[in-house]
């Protein structure tokens, strides 16, 4: 392996890590669909959307060491279970003594095999090192959904037409979006 191949590093996008994540645990609290009681628990009802809540914090927050990752992800387990030992020391769960937990909170040991199973058989704790920087292609995605609501598929614009649709997008997308300015084009601006 190259020096070159060595050094880099993936960056995957933090959203699809997730995605199969939310389905395995959706499917531990679909009674319906699987019926046997060592496959399901009304106990995660709760839990599949804060659990990716908690997942993406764990990505964002893991310093880029994939150990941390892993041991925050498996931590999930332990604050759905009432135990806030490993929780962020700034988290309303360890900082509030009176703090009520919102969610049920975990005493079923099927429940409990469930959720470690779902967190232990994706990606994202499989391959840790591959999300340590916590990418999100939100933005991206985002904005392409703008440049289609202005570049309608079905009709075809003259050059002049086009490049016009393309600046109102921008600026509709960039009036839009809750974040700041990621770079600033100075070429244009006098006395810049």
């Known amino acids: 392996m190259s020096e070159k191949q060595d050094t880099q590093q993936t960056k995957?996008?933090?959203?699809?890590?997730?995605?199969?994540?939310?389905?395995?645990?959706?499917?531990?609290?679909?009674?319906?669909?699987?019926?046997?009681?060592e496959t399901w628990s009304p106990l995660l009802q709760d839990k599949v959307?804060?659990?990716?809540?908690?997942?993406?914090?764990?990505?964002?927050?893991?310093?880029g060491n994939p150990e941390i990752l892993k041991r925050n992800l498996l931590n999930i387990i332990e604050h759905?279970?009432?135990n806030h030992?490993?929780?962020?020391?700034?988290?309303?769960?360890?900082?509030?003594?009176?703090?009520?937990?919102?969610?049920?909170?975990?005493?079923?040991?099927?429940?409990?095999?469930?959720?470690f199973k779902v967190l232990t058989s994706y990606v994202l704790y499989k391959s840790p090192h591959d999300?340590?920087?916590?990418?999100?292609?939100?933005?991206?995605?985002?904005?392409?959904?703008?440049m289609n609501i202005f570049h309608d598929k079905r009709i075809s614009f003259s050059d002049k037409q086009y490049e016009t649709r393309s600046v109102i997008a921008v600026c509709h997308w960039n009036t839009n979006v809750d974040r700041k300015y990621t770079s600033l084009d100075r070429k244009n601006i006098p006395n810049a």
């Open 131 to 146: 999300f340590v920087l916590a990418r999100d292609t939100f933005y991206v995605e985002s904005f392409n959904n703008v």
């Open 12 to 37: 995957n996008d933090s959203w699809h890590a997730t995605k199969n994540m939310k389905k395995g645990i959706a499917q531990c609290v679909n009674r319906a669909a699987i019926s046997k009681r």
């Open 85 to 115: 030992a490993g929780c962020y020391a700034e988290s309303r769960c360890r900082k509030d003594k009176n703090d009520e937990p919102s969610r049920q909170i975990l005493s079923d040991a099927v429940a409990i095999k469930l959720l």
């Open 80 to 82: 759905y279970k009432g």
């Open 49 to 63: 959307e804060t659990t990716l809540t908690h997942a993406f914090w764990c990505m964002k927050n893991c310093n």
